[in-house]
T-cell receptor
Framework: DGGITQSPKYLFRKEGQNVTLSCEQN?????MYWYRQDPGQGLRLIYY???????QKGDIAEGYSVSREKKESFPLTVTSAQKNPTAFYLC??????????FGPGTRLTVL | AQSVTQLDSQVPVFEEAPVELRCNYS??????LFWYVQYPNQGLQLLLK??????LVKGINGFEAEFNKSQTSFHLRKPSVHISDTAEYFC??????????FGAGTRLFVKA
């Protein structure tokens, strides 16, 4: 069953805490992305990776970090430096035609 | 810079009525265009895409869109909507690189 999995579905963070969101894919796509979604603002790009061991900052990378040690995995860490992390986070991959495939999302809430 | 503008933030419509969700893009080069749908608390699903060829593109769930290069538009249409079409719809554009630009979304609300 091919696809993208994100975990957890819901995540709660305390002030000053780092949390890591998981994204795994078995579509064999090279490119992977993290987006943040806030109500009425569409999708904003946090980080993207074209190949293993390489990644680039998107439009709102401050307060976030990523790694790409395996083709299948692209975890996102929300650090304590991100002052307003409450949002819906979406992971995606891209095919050769640049069509993007999305995971089910993780909703992060700051307590 | 490349941008995508969805002209309506919300579109209310009665069940079985036709609907058009408007999208304009800005790009001076060839562009790939996409429409995605998002149901509450879920990821985005592809409805349809324009890569090249025929300007009228048909997608899933009875949706279609027309690529108009002179007007730089890619409006989404459905002749008769159902309650189950209530969702948020995103237009997106890609000029062949690794970044896809998304519009802010249009919330379609279908009323009985």
């Amino acid at each position: 069953d091919g696809g993208i999995t994100q975990s957890p579905k819901y995540l709660f963070r305390k002030e000053g805490q780092n949390v890591t969101l998981s994204c795994e894919q078995n579509l064999n796509h090279d490119a992977m992305y993290w987006y943040r979604q806030d109500p009425g603002q569409g999708l904003r790009l946090i980080y993207y990776s074209q190949i293993v061991n390489d990644f680039q900052k998107g439009d709102i990378a401050e307060g976030y970090s990523v790694s790409r040690e395996k083709k299948e995995s692209f975890p996102l860490t929300v650090t304590s430096a991100q002052k307003n992390p409450t949002a819906f986070y979406l992971c995606a991959t891209a095919s050769g035609t640049n069509e993007q495939f999305f995971g089910p999302g993780t909703r992060l809430t700051v307590l | 810079a490349q941008s995508v503008t969805q002209l309506d933030s919300q579109v209310p419509v009665f069940e079985e009525a036709p609907v058009e969700l408007r999208c304009n893009y800005s790009s001076s080069v060839s562009v790939y265009l996409f429409w995605y749908v998002q149901y509450p608390n879920q990821g985005l699903q592809l409805l349809l895409k324009y890569l090249s060829g025929s300007t009228l593109v048909k997608g899933i769930n009875g949706f279609e869109a027309e690529f108009n290069k002179s007007q730089t538009s890619f409006h989404l249409r459905k002749p008769s909507v159902h309650i189950s079409d209530t969702a948020e719809y995103f237009c997106a554009a890609n000029t062949g690189g690794f970044k896809t630009i998304f519009g802010a979304g249009t919330r379609l609300f279908v009323k009985a």
